[in-house]
């Protein structure tokens, strides 16, 4: 807005001087002039700080309600008729308010200098308001530039942090031991696990340049890591998962589910007496993923799951004006996760 008040502060004088070299009379003695200069160099300040303070609310209105990075095809529209309509009317009252100072000298005729004064309000107004615009536009890309090489710094971070979780020596130690477990009582199984192991990682390198994934294919990216989890749990995990088909083509982080049903197996208590419930709905443009809390009781910090939670937070800051939502009950833990609709 600052930009605003310093092109038209140079307004009056862009004004003046073409007024100048069209209305004043060559053969005017100098006190003619005199009077002339005073006269014209009023009526533009004024009118040039009218429009001043006018642009300013105008524009702030514009950008608080219809701001030009999603509503760009309404802002522009109401901004120059806005223009084309307040600019003749300040010019209009302007020249009213000088008729009793009104002097000799240029034409005589009241409302063809009124139409002038009209046309040149106009024209100014409008290309001062687009060099500030262009101005804020420029700055907004400049922005967007900064965040988009910010983004891609997490995005690679978020993929160390899957890949550094996933190949951590306790991921690898259980899934292993459970593939030995049921290689000699049930090869068919083993094979599927093994093929589901395997998905886990090329998942990981099919979407490590992905910013954002449907919800429909992040409920297929956590399809194998769930399958090899009730593997190991058995009955004791139950993932219930109640997604409406209308959300399927919603945005969201890729991988933002297994890290949370990772964080659920990791500090909660999994057994035939305190079987471990994960359910996956969405509410509005949330999606909500709950278990019921039965913390360890010595439970080891591990920093991999502070940083992954930190890390989602962060991706979505980047991304998006709602952040996720960690809330923990005395019965449940639940996070909301914003879903994206573009």
Same mark, same amino acid.
């Given at each position: 807005?600052?930009?605003?008040?310093?092109?038209?502060?140079?307004?009056?004088?862009?004004?003046?001087?073409?007024?100048?070299?069209?209305?004043?009379?060559?053969?005017?003695?100098?006190?003619?002039?005199?009077?002339?200069?005073?006269?014209?160099?009023?009526?533009?300040?004024?009118?040039?700080?009218?429009?001043?303070?006018?642009?300013?609310?105008?524009?702030?209105?514009?950008?608080?309600?219809?701001?030009?990075?999603?509503?760009?095809?309404?802002?522009?529209?109401?901004?120059?008729?806005?223009?084309?309509?307040?600019?003749?009317?300040?010019?209009?009252?302007?020249?009213?308010?000088?008729?009793?100072?009104?002097?000799?000298?240029?034409?005589? !005729?009241?409302?063809?200098?009124?139409?002038?004064?009209?046309?040149?309000?106009?024209?100014?107004?409008?290309?001062?308001?687009?060099?500030?615009?262009?101005?804020?536009?420029?700055?907004?890309?400049?922005?967007?530039?900064?965040?988009?090489?910010?983004?891609?710094?997490?995005?690679?971070?978020?993929?160390?942090?899957?890949?550094?979780?996933?190949?951590?020596?306790?991921?690898?130690?259980?899934?292993?031991?459970?593939?030995?477990?049921?290689?000699?009582?049930?090869?068919?199984?083993?094979?599927?696990?093994?093929?589901?192991?395997?998905?886990?990682?090329?998942?990981?390198? !099919?979407?490590? !340049?992905?910013?954002?994934?449907?919800?429909?294919?992040?409920?297929?990216?956590?399809?194998?890591?769930?399958?090899?989890?009730?593997?190991?749990?058995?009955?004791?995990?139950?993932? !219930?998962?109640?997604?409406?088909?209308?959300?399927?083509?919603?945005?969201?982080?890729?991988?933002?589910?297994?890290?949370?049903?990772?964080?659920?197996?990791?500090?909660?208590?999994?057994?035939?007496?305190?079987?471990?419930?994960?359910?996956?709905?969405?509410?509005?443009?949330?999606?909500?993923?709950?278990?019921?809390?039965?913390?360890?009781?010595?439970?080891?910090?591990?920093?991999?799951?502070?940083?992954?939670?930190?890390?989602?937070?962060?991706?979505?800051?980047?991304?998006?004006?709602?952040?996720?939502?960690?809330?923990?009950?005395?019965?449940?833990?639940?996070?909301?996760?914003?879903?994206?609709?573009?």
């Amino acid at each position: 807005m600052a930009c605003v008040l310093g092109i038209t502060f140079f307004m009056p004088s862009y004004m003046f001087i073409l007024n100048y070299l069209l209305e004043h009379p060559k053969a005017a003695n100098f006190w003619s002039s005199c009077n002339w200069f005073a006269f014209n160099l009023s009526m533009t300040f004024l009118m040039a700080f009218s429009l001043m303070i006018i642009n300013v609310f105008t524009l702030h209105y514009l950008e608080a309600n219809y701001p030009w990075r999603t509503k760009w095809k309404v802002h522009l529209p109401l901004e120059i008729i806005a223009i084309l309509i307040y600019a003749p009317l300040v010019a209009i009252v302007v020249h009213l308010l000088f008729i009793p100072f009104r002097m000799s000298g240029g034409s005589n !005729d009241l409302l063809v200098d009124i139409f002038k004064s009209e046309l040149y309000a106009v024209i100014f107004n409008l290309a001062i308001v687009a060099m500030y615009e262009g101005a804020y536009l420029f700055k907004q890309w400049r922005t967007a530039l900064i965040e988009t090489e910010r983004l891609q710094k997490e995005n690679i971070r978020s993929q160390f942090e899957t890949l550094r979780t996933q190949i951590n020596p306790h991921f690898l130690f259980n899934s292993l031991n459970t593939l030995v477990g049921i290689v000699q009582t049930n090869p068919e199984q083993a094979v599927v696990f093994i093929k589901e192991f395997a998905k886990v990682y090329r998942n990981v390198l !099919d979407h490590k !340049d992905s910013l954002l994934i449907t919800l429909e294919d992040e409920l297929k990216l956590i399809n194998s890591f769930v399958f090899l989890q009730k593997i190991r749990f058995g009955d004791n995990l139950k993932v !219930d998962i109640q997604v409406d088909k209308a959300k399927l083509h919603f945005l969201l982080p890729p991988f933002s589910l297994q890290l949370l049903i990772e964080n659920a197996l990791k500090h909660n208590v999994v057994s035939s007496k305190k079987p471990l419930t994960i359910s996956i709905k969405n509410e509005s443009d949330y999606l909500i993923v709950s278990n019921n809390l039965q913390k360890r009781l010595n439970e080891e910090e591990d920093n991999s799951t502070g940083i992954g939670l930190k890390n989602l937070k962060t991706r979505y800051e980047m991304i998006s004006l709602i952040e996720p939502e960690f809330v923990q009950t005395e019965a449940e833990y639940i996070a909301k996760i914003p879903l994206i609709n573009e």
